[in-house]
């Protein structure tokens, strides 16, 4: 592969990658939906006990990963009766989701592979410019990202509504997450507050890798440079 095929494609697929990771971090952490009933006083607002909250994200992180076949769940209240706790459009909506969130899982395991790929072939190389050339696309590709999630994250900090519903008319084909917070749980248990700190928080944590990457290839194509040095200045003797 050329140099500079390699450098567009790491630079191209780096960012993606990136926050493709992180979104499947967040997906996974049953621990923040969990943080967000107890910072939003969802139990207070839905009327089901801490102890059954906390049953809901391990169910809804299976399905999301495809080990249970539906998001519905039947959850005791504090009057003895039994909740039914998704109307049919919410697990519509849901089901949306995990479709959106499989696709997401696949292009970053695919993107992360390319990216290994690439860079167990430009470490096996005999030349340098191979190196070069894969930390040089690295450290765009982090760049890229960091540029990308500042613009972004002026526009989610000024603008989130109206970003936040953009985002839902881009990524869903129906109006199903259109909720209404007074009759539908879904939206209760994840009220407009918990995505804007999940969004932030997924910004944060890319934006936190991205600069660790630029950072490290920085420091290594400093180190490859300055053993180029000492070779170049032999032959010229």
């Not at 299976?62 to 076949?69: S, V």
């Not at 881009?170 to 995505?195: K, S």
């Amino acid at each position: 592969m050329s140099r500079r095929l390699s450098i567009a494609l790491l630079t191209l697929l780096v960012p993606l990658v990136l926050l493709g990771t992180v979104i499947r971090i967040e997906m996974n952490s049953a621990s923040l939906y969990c943080r967000g009933f107890e910072i939003y006083s969802v139990s207070e607002v839905t009327g089901i006990d801490d102890d059954q909250l906390a049953s809901i994200p391990p169910h809804l992180v299976r399905y999301f990963n495809g080990l249970e076949t539906s998001a519905q769940m039947k959850i005791p209240t504090r009057d003895g009766t039994e909740l039914t706790l998704f109307h049919d459009y919410e697990l519509i909506h849901l089901d949306d989701v995990r479709k959106l969130f499989g696709l997401n899982s696949l292009l970053q395991s695919l993107g992360l592979a390319a990216i290994v790929l690439m860079l167990a072939s430009a470490a096996c190389s005999r030349r340098d410019e191979d190196k070069q050339g894969a930390l040089a696309g690295l450290r765009l590709g982090s760049s890229l990202a960091l540029f990308g999630l500042v613009a972004l994250g002026i526009l989610f900090a000024t603008q989130f509504n109206r970003m936040f519903a953009g985002f839902h008319m881009l990524a869903f084909t129906n109006d199903f997450w259109l909720l209404d917070p007074r009759t539908d749980y879904l939206v209760m248990l994840f009220p407009t507050g918990f995505w804007q700190d999940v969004f932030f928080m997924a910004g944060g944590l890319t934006g936190l890798l991205a600069l660790v990457i630029v950072l490290a290839t920085s420091l290594l194509e400093r180190k490859i440079a300055r053993q180029e040095r000492p070779s170049a200045d032999t032959e010229d003797v």
